[in-house]
């Protein structure tokens, strides 16, 4: 079955910190790739997206992915994090099968520290 | 401003109801879908709807039925309410069934 996966379900850094945020799909096909992020009491945001070209991706906020495909990833990364930061972050993917559907990982909390 | 408008915000219902959710899909979009969150979990997709017809749908019972408008604006309807349908269903257009979907800010529906 078509499935994505997110490693971490939360992660608490320091103001600064890099982040690093695993997800992984387990379809071999074309996919299309999303971030999403949540703030406490807000709708979900777009923060990237890749369809094709260059794997790696910049977004807002400066956040960036990189597209593994070999590895069936799209991490999502950012060098310092501040602590408006903190939010829920979804990765998600259409299969090139059912391409108008999202299927999303379970989510990773990020709590950042000031 | 989410771009996409769903009604109610919050909504508490009583088990064996029936209740009705709302959207306004973001301008000049013309494809909806819905997703149900469960609390600490991802949306689920349940169905999407274009050109008035659904056109996917996800792993939901019958009691999930939905319909779009000629103006793109779309409802959800879920029958038969169980005690698990309390969840956050978001609305989300799009133009085409192209990606990078718009998502509204949901209705919290809780079922007593």
């Known amino acids: 079955a078509q499935s994505v996966s997110q490693h971490n379900h939360h992660v608490i850094l320091s103001e600064a910190a890099s982040l690093e945020l695993g997800c992984n799909y387990s379809y071999g096909g074309t996919v299309n790739l999303f971030w999403y992020v949540q703030y406490p009491g807000q709708h979900l945001q777009l923060l990237l997206k890749y369809f094709s070209g260059d794997p790696l991706v910049k977004g807002i906020k400066g956040f960036e992915a990189e597209f593994i495909k070999s590895k069936f990833s799209f991490n999502l990364r950012k060098p310092s994090v501040q602590w408006s930061d903190t939010a829920e972050y979804f990765c998600?993917?259409?299969?090139?099968?059912?391409?108008?559907?999202?299927?999303f990982g379970q989510g990773t909390t990020l709590q950042v520290k000031p | 401003d989410a771009g996409v408008t769903q009604s109610p915000t919050h909504l508490i219902k009583t088990r064996g109801q029936q209740v009705t959710l709302r959207c306004s899909p973001k301008?000049?979009?013309?494809?909806v879908s819905w997703y149900q969150q469960a609390l600490g979990q991802g949306p689920q997709f349940i169905f999407q709807y274009y050109e008035e017809e659904e056109r996917q749908r996800g792993n939901f019972p019958d009691r999930f039925s939905g319909h779009q408008f000629p103006n793109y604006s779309s409802e959800l309807n879920v029958n038969a309410l169980l005690l698990g349908d309390s969840a956050l269903y978001l609305c989300?257009?799009?133009?085409?069934?192209?990606?990078?979907?718009?998502f509204g800010s949901g209705t919290r529906l809780t079922v007593v």
């Open positions: 301008s000049g979009h013309d494809t």
């Open positions: 998600a993917v259409s299969f090139s099968s059912n391409t108008g559907k999202l299927i």
């Open positions: 989300a257009s799009s133009l085409r069934a192209a990606n990078g979907y718009t």
